[in-house]
């Protein structure tokens, strides 16, 4: 069952254990499902959302990405860039960032303070695509090239079907 009311502590949120993107790699990005989770099925039990909770120490990237799905972001602390298509975009506390379907992104810690944004996908979704290299050559062509790091996060593990 989907606790109801979930905690802020000093450390994330009470019961939510910090993940990062793999075991191992260390990267420094936080990651915190805060409620939901990921779901096979639209009729599977639980939540039809899911809220997590990013957070880039100084210097550190997110990966860079895209997926089938739209998702919303919005940051609750510290100085980032959002790279969204070709395009980059200094971000900082309540901007809103959307990322449309097949949009590569990435966020890029651009303070000395961490840096740390809520995301807002939907719990029913398809996984990461990593770029493609004529998508990897767009970005280093256009402006978002010049703070976009696509190799810095590895990308995720894959398993059997």
Excluded at 29 to 57: A, C
Excluded at 69 to 84: F, L, P, T
Excluded at 135 to 145: H, K
Aim: glycine letters at 10%; charged letters at 25%; hydrophobic letters at 35%.
């Amino acid at each position: 069952m989907q606790r109801r009311v979930i905690h802020a502590t000093d450390e994330g949120w009470e019961g939510v254990e910090a993940e990062g993107y793999r075991p191992g790699a260390a990267v420094g990005v936080e990651r915190h499902t805060i409620l939901g989770g990921r779901k096979s099925e639209p009729t599977d039990p639980g939540p039809r959302m899911e809220l997590r909770y990013f957070e880039l120490q100084p210097g550190a990237v997110s990966r860079l990405e895209k997926h089938e799905h739209e998702h919303y972001v919005v940051v609750r602390r510290g100085e980032g860039y959002a790279v969204v298509g070709e395009s980059v975009s200094p971000v900082g506390a309540n901007d809103v960032v959307y990322v449309a379907p097949l949009e590569i992104h990435q966020f890029v810690n651009r303070g000395t303070t961490p840096f740390g944004f809520y995301c807002i996908v939907d719990a029913c979704r398809d996984f990461v695509q990593e770029p493609s290299e004529e998508d990897i050559a767009r970005l280093n062509a256009s402006p978002a090239g010049a703070v976009a790091r696509p190799f810095a996060v590895p990308p995720p593990l894959r398993t059997a079907q």
